[in-house]
């Protein structure tokens, strides 16, 4: 079967569904919607997988650009002659497959898209809805998605959730007991407003005021750098607070490994692809009670749930997390048979698998 995989950038999360379609049976090519605004993948497309030079992938994705793609798409289809178009988000990548007049798409929600996207206004509800209402088969990583799709119009009966899962092999627990000196908080999701890292960051100040043994372990960077730094630094404990920036998914798992508790603070997600890696590193999790994590965290069994954007309530629950430590090996122990359950990557892909027969 030929595939026309067409995606907002080059992701890690692209790179792993290119490598998992790379070694299947398909034809598989790559259309890349935009470059940038940053640059998030540094591993070289699999092997395997066509590159498809077109209008677009040159530079973020403008609206005014919008027909000229949609034209450019409909040669590149034309060339292909696929069987089936894999596309998402919603309202960019599978927005241009429908336009381009293809049949059978398979469009995937990549949650913001449902979770935030559709929210920023009338059009955006009407372009979800349109696409929707013109996709063949729809497959997303949660349920509270899947069940946003079917709001706005997606035939319940041609939809498929699977957790996208991790390496569980690459993300494993450390091998030896983490250290009873000292208490790391840690935290990899970017610094945007809808990751609520600035939340955590108020909370941690409220916490390592009166604990000096506490410390936060933060990657990444945002728009909003200044901001949490300043929180940081006017609560008076910039020093206990280390910076480790941009992270390759080869070492990360050694960040995970180095922590005693996992927070994220995310006002939206679907299934968090870095929440299923603390997981699977049996690294307890601290997390907002959206229901996308509710999916996955079970007070008191794997983990925690806060008040969504609540400081004091986050607060409170380090701080029970920090006095009850003697109960985290058993609740990372938790953690990780979750992310054997429902995480296992391979096991995951081969639902998009059975998607693509089932689409077409």
């Excluded at 290119?18 to 092997?47: I, K, N, T, W």
């Excluded at 798409?73 to 960019?92: C, E, M, N, S, Y």
């Excluded at 979770?115 to 509270?144: E, H």
């Excluded at 997606?154 to 983490?178: I, Q, S």
Aim: with cysteine; net charge neutral.
């Amino acid at each position: 079967m030929k595939i026309i995989y067409f995606s907002l950038d080059y992701s890690p999360h692209d790179h792993r569904f290119l490598s998992a379609l790379s070694q299947s049976e398909h034809e598989v090519f790559y259309v890349r919607l935009q470059r940038g605004p940053r640059q998030v993948e540094s591993r070289p497309v699999p092997e395997n997988v066509e590159i498809v030079q077109w209008a677009g992938g040159q530079k973020p994705f403008a609206w005014r650009d919008l027909p000229h793609l949609v034209l450019d798409f409909r040669r590149v289809v034309r060339k292909i002659r696929p069987d089936l178009i894999h596309a998402g988000p919603i309202q960019t990548c599978a927005f241009i497959a429908v336009l381009s007049g293809f049949r059978p798409i398979l469009t995937m929600s990549w949650g913001f898209d449902l979770m935030k996207d559709v929210y920023r206004g009338w059009a955006w509800a009407q372009i979800t809805r349109y696409v929707l209402r013109n996709t063949q088969y729809f497959t997303s990583d949660a349920n509270v998605t899947r069940d946003k799709a079917v709001f706005y119009g997606m035939n319940p009966e041609k939809t498929v959730v699977f957790p996208w899962g991790v390496d569980l092999e690459h993300f494993r627990p450390h091998p030896a007991p983490r250290t009873p000196h000292g208490f790391t908080l840690f935290c990899n999701r970017a610094w945007e407003p809808i990751y609520g890292v600035d939340v955590l960051a108020r909370a941690f100040v409220k916490v390592a005021a009166e604990r000096p043994q506490l410390r936060l372990l933060l990657l990444g960077s945002g728009s909003q750098g200044h901001l949490i730094r300043d929180i940081l630094s006017n609560g008076g404990v910039l020093e206990q607070v280390t910076f480790a920036g941009q992270i390759n998914n080869a070492d990360l798992p050694r960040f995970y490994q180095m922590a005693d508790l996992y927070i994220s603070a995310s006002h939206v997600d679907g299934s968090s692809v870095s929440l299923m890696e603390a997981l699977a590193c049996g690294l307890p999790c601290l997390v907002s009670d959206i229901p996308a994590n509710k999916e996955w965290v079970r007070e008191g069994e794997n983990g925690w749930l806060f008040r969504d954007g609540d400081v004091d309530d986050l607060a409170a629950k380090i701080t029970q997390a920090l006095e009850n430590r003697k109960l985290l090996p058993q609740i990372g122990q938790n953690a990780r048979m979750i992310a054997e359950e429902r995480a296992d990557w391979r096991k995951n892909v081969q639902k998009l698998l059975q998607a693509y027969q089932e689409a077409t």
